[in-house]
Each structure stands twice: as C-alpha cells, then as structure tokens.
C-alpha cells in the first residue's frame, strides 16, 4: 500500500514554548494537505487542513505553512501543553488516486512540563 | 458528531485462524471507508478503500485474499484476517467518509484495534 517513510523523529519541546513540525511531502501535484494528531493507542485525529492554492493557515494555537517550491509543509503550535504530547503526522491527497489520503512518517512530540 | 467506532478494540488470536473487525459509523452514512494497518513506530499505510454496495479496492501489494473487506451497509465495514500468521500483528485502523461531506477528502478515523497473532 502507499505510504511514506519507515522513521519516527521526535520532537521535546518545553510547556509553554512554541512547538515546529515539518513535513516533506513527495507528490507536487498534491492539491490538499491535512494533519493530524495521534495519541497512543488511539486513531489520527484532524488538527488542520491547507489547500494548495494557499501558504498559510491558521486555527486555534495552531498554524500550518505550506512551501510549494521545495515541497515542505510545517504545523506551529503555539504555547505547547503537556495534552499536546503525541505523534504528528502530515498527510496528502494520493498521487494515484485524488480521494485517498496518504499519510507522512510522523513526528513524536513529547512536551517537558 | 462524526464518531467513528471499531470493535473489537483488541484481540488476540491463534496462528491459522480468522479474526474480524468492525468499522461503524455511529451519527453519520459513509458510502467510503477506508482501512490502515500501523506498525509501532511507524506511519498509517493505507490498505484498501470500502466503498459500500461494491468491491473494495486494495492497495498494491495488499492481499486481498487475506484482507477480506465488506461493506453491507452505509455504516458499517468489516475487516477479516484470514488465516492469520504473527506477522499480521498489527494496528488496523478504519476511517470513514461523510455523505454528503463538507470536503472530499474529510474523513474520520477509528479508534483502532490491536491485532496480537500468537
């Protein structure tokens, strides 16, 4: 099946500070990225979402950034709380087909209180 | 809203035999669900796409005489691992689409289950 990477980089970041995620993503005709949250033991769950026609996007303490150019993707969370630890994972519409979503290695973020 | 479940959430079974798992959509219809499997450590691979009424669609490289997937009704897709071995150990993962949907790739996902092959 499509996935991406077989790695789990991880991220510790001081409560309180602002969190960076990144995400390379590998099909350039991609049209949305999403990502999500995953808690141990538990199923993704959606944090943001950005279109390609877009750069930025904003929700609550949470920013994504999109760069076409070198196809890089990163989410902001901003004053990271303990309930912020979990793995994040970036994701893209399928290069083969435009409605399945494929989902990036992940990043572990782990909050220090 | 959009509360997806899956049952079982975990499961332990013996080598050879057959396991099914459960994907319904509680306050929604789902004319697509889609299913992942998730090794530690590792990122969702996505392994088939259930759409309800037709065959699934399966992921290359997935065996879709192992991976038996149906789809009865527009809230519920079940999973089964036929004859299975310890390498099937896994987390599988479902997640389902809305009809009629706010985006086309909206999709919301189970809370998983642990499949342990002995």
Known sequence: ?113 | GAVVSQHPSWVICKSGTSVKIECRSLDFQATTMFWYRQFPKQSLMLMATSNEGSKATYEQGVEKDKFLINHASLTLSTLTVTSAHPEDSSFYICSARPFPGLAFYEQYFGPGTRLTVT
Not at chain 1, 40 to 56: L, V
Not at chain 1, 65 to 88: C, E, F, M, R
Request: hydrophobic share 35%; proline share 4%; aromatic share 8%.
């Open chain 1, 1 to 113: 099946g499509e996935s991406v990477g077989l790695h789990l980089p991880t991220l510790s970041v001081q409560e309180g500070d602002n969190s960076i995620i990144n995400c390379a993503y590998s099909n350039s005709a991609s049209d949305y990225f999403i990502w999500y949250k995953q808690e141990s033991g538990k199923g993704p769950q959606f944090i943001i979402d950005i279109r390609s026609n877009m750069d930025k996007r904003q929700g609550q303490r949470v920013t994504v950034l999109l760069n076409k150019t070198v196809k890089h993707l990163s989410l902001q969370i901003a004053a990271t709380q303990p309930g912020d630890s979990a793995v994040y994972f970036c994701a893209e519409n399928g290069a083969t087909s435009y409605d399945k979503v494929i989902f990036g290695p992940g990043t572990s973020l782990s909050v220090i209180p």
